[in-house]
């Protein structure tokens, strides 16, 4: 499917252009604080009442790990852009062993019939056990011993019921396959198991945020949040079970203590009151498979950043009365729906910054911002020329194209060398990624696309920091910064945090400094904030986490920015399904 763009340009210079796109697309720290504002207020509705746009699911997980758990399991991971199936082994040192496979979901099988996409699923798992028969004797069902367990990471809106079992609430990212909805996600894949008789139960359901929390917990000893910026975004954290009204007479509310809350913040202002909405997303919106919903989640992940990209990207190809880019020329990537992959930008911003791959200690050193971790853990790259003043107007990270000067060959011939050198080295990844001839893109039309991916991708992380902030607030581990314009506090829409009382220095650590309940690292006099990521935009697209950080820092300010430790939930979906299969079973499955 193709679509055109509708903007009108008549009556603007390009640089006006230019400059409205940059306009519409920058987000002020005061929008910010806004929106974290308006996510608390939204965090606390769906916590009060079943049914709201923000779903808050209580998932009946009431702690997280603290690396000592052992057992084998089978789990199963459908959510995204891949099928897994994985056989986890919990070593009980904080370390694991995870065998898997990875199985495509054809479009077909995402918008098909849902039993056939089950069956799909029991044959994936099937395929596996003959691929992978079990090394390690699975952690046995109490009184029916060969068959084998399985946690479900099922990453789509669900209300769940129990540990095992939940209700599909609606499709995301893609999948519309019918008859799904409204359905025990559990059953439809247990029943496709006994269809082909196998000894397989399905014993736990876990989100994939879920997941990314517990096995961040069980490999580092301690986390509150868990993240996904991949094709989607979301978010579970731990909260007090007396602060979720909703669950009122279960069983698990008169317990107490706490409860892994996914939030399903991907649907955090579906009405579009407080996002900063272009016609851009707006076009993205109406030609998506679910318009008016996942309205955060449009702005933020994987899945759709490309696509905003494509949109704008076509409305300068197609500026009247003259063509702002590639002359006017688009090709069938540019053209078609979803034709541009989150990737591309990713790799035009590489390109434009010259990575250089340093020692992580370092690049620490170097940026100052403190962002290494275990992502960093891998080699990690940096801008080489951080600080020098490069080109037109702005630093090496927010620079507006001055169409005068990249427009006239004198104007060329002024650039910086380096600055052309980086200029010609995404004009190169245009012509690969996008499929121009070479002649088709000229070092203005690399100077526009860089510019308008990272606007695109900025702005997705500054979103993403407001997620991290509202989560930070509702449990009481910060509070909103001061606003520096009228000197007053911004005060917290929650009521006083209660959970402050267990965090505090007087609260209930263990030996170790660990709060197995609240999942806090105490650490000397401060206490840091565990969170776990995962999805490949935080790991891979260049800066993401440094700008969400920005963006903490500009709502609840530097002293709990730098307290929260953000880690790579490392194959959280696969581990965290397992550490759910255990607790399951635990519970006397
Ligand atoms: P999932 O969320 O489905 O489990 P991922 O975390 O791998 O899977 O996320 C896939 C999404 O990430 C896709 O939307 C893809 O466009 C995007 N993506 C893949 N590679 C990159 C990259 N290098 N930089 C940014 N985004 C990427
Ligand atoms: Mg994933």
Not at 465 to 474: D, H, K, M, T
């Given at each position: 499917m193709t679509s055109t763009s509708s903007y009108s340009y008549l009556h603007k210079s390009p640089q006006d252009v230019l400059n409205d796109i940059d306009f519409q697309l920058t987000l002020e720290p005061a929008l910010l604080t806004k929106l974290t504002k308006a996510f608390l207020e939204e965090i606390n509705v769906g916590l009060g009442r079943y049914g709201e746009d923000m779903a808050m699911v209580p998932s009946f997980v009431t702690g997280v790990p603290d690396g000592s758990e052992v057992g084998t399991f089978l789990a199963l991971d459908l959510g995204g852009t891949n099928l897994r199936v994985c056989e986890v082994v919990l070593n009980g040192d904080k370390t694991f062993r995870l065998r898997?496979?990875?199985y495509k979901v054809s479009d077909q099988l995402k918008t098909g019939e849902a039993t056939v996409l089950f069956?799909?699923?029991a044959d994936s798992v099937d395929a596996f056990l003959t691929t992978h028969p079990p090394e390690s004797p699975t952690s046995p069902i109490s009184d029916v011993p060969d068959v084998l367990p399985l946690g479900l990471t099922f990453s789509f809106p669900v209300e769940q019921t129990a540990l095992g079992s939940g209700t599909i609430l609606t499709w995301t990212k893609g999948f519309s396959a019918k008859n799904a909805i409204g359905n025990d996600v559990v059953k439809l894949l247990q029943d496709a198991f006994d269809r082909k008789h196998m000894h397989v139960k399905c014993v736990a359901?876990?989100?994939?945020?879920?997941?990314?929390l517990l096995s961040r917990a069980y490999t580092s000893g301690g986390c509150m949040l868990g993240a996904i910026f991949g094709t989607g975004t979301n978010g579970a954290y731990?909260?007090?079970v007396a602060k979720i009204p909703k669950l009122a007479n279960n069983p698990a509310a008169t317990k107490g203590g706490y409860m892994v809350v996914n939030t399903e913040w991907g649907a955090f202002n579906n009405k579009r009151t407080h996002l900063p909405s272009t016609p851009f997303d707006s076009a993205l919106d109406r030609t998506s498979i679910n318009p008016r919903f996942q309205a955060f989640e449009k702005f933020i992940s994987g899945m759709y950043l490309g696509e905003i990209t494509r949109h704008i990207l076509l409305s300068l190809i197609d500026a009247a009365p003259r063509p702002m880019l590639f002359g006017g020329k688009a090709t069938k990537v540019v053209n078609d729906q979803w034709g541009l992959d989150t990737s591309v930008m990713s790799e035009v911003e590489e390109a434009w910054e010259m990575r250089v791959t340093v020692d992580p200690t370092v690049a620490k050193d170097l940026d100052g911002v403190?962002?290494?971790?275990?992502?960093g853990a891998e080699p990690r790259s940096f801008p080489g020329e951080i600080g020098e003043n490069l080109l037109w107007d702005g630093d090496d990270h927010d620079i507006l194209p001055r169409w005068d000067i990249l427009s006239t060959p004198e104007g060329l011939a002024?650039?910086?060398p380096k600055v052309k050198e980086k200029l010609e080295r995404v004009r190169k990844v245009l012509v690969n990624r996008l499929e121009y001839a070479d002649g088709d893109v000229e070092l203005r039309d690399a100077a526009i696309v860089r510019w308008t991916c990272h606007l695109v991708a900025r702005r997705a992380a500054l979103l993403s920091?407001?997620?991290?902030?509202?989560?930070?607030?509702?449990t009481g581990r910060a509070t909103f910064i001061q606003d520096g314009q009228n000197g007053q506090t911004v005060p917290s829409t929650t009521?006083?945090?209660t959970s402050k009382k267990v965090n505090g220095a007087n609260g209930t650590h263990d030996v170790n400094g660990l709060s197995k309940v609240t999942g806090t690292i105490k650490d000397g006099l401060e206490e840091k904030i565990g969170v776990g990521v995962d999805g490949s935009l935080i790991q891979f697209y260049p800066h993401f986490e440094r700008t969400m950080r920005e963006s903490l820092r500009s709502i609840v300010g530097s002293d709990a920015e730098s307290r929260v430790e953000i880690g790579l939930a490392k194959d959280g979906s696969g581990v965290g399904a397992a550490l759910c299969a255990l607790q399951a079973l635990k519970q006397g499955f």
């Open positions: 898997q496979q990875k069956d799909y699923l359901l876990v989100n994939d945020t879920v997941g990314a731990l909260e007090e403190g962002n290494i971790n275990e992502i002024s650039l910086n920091g407001v997620a991290v902030a509202a989560i930070l607030l509702q009521e006083e945090p």
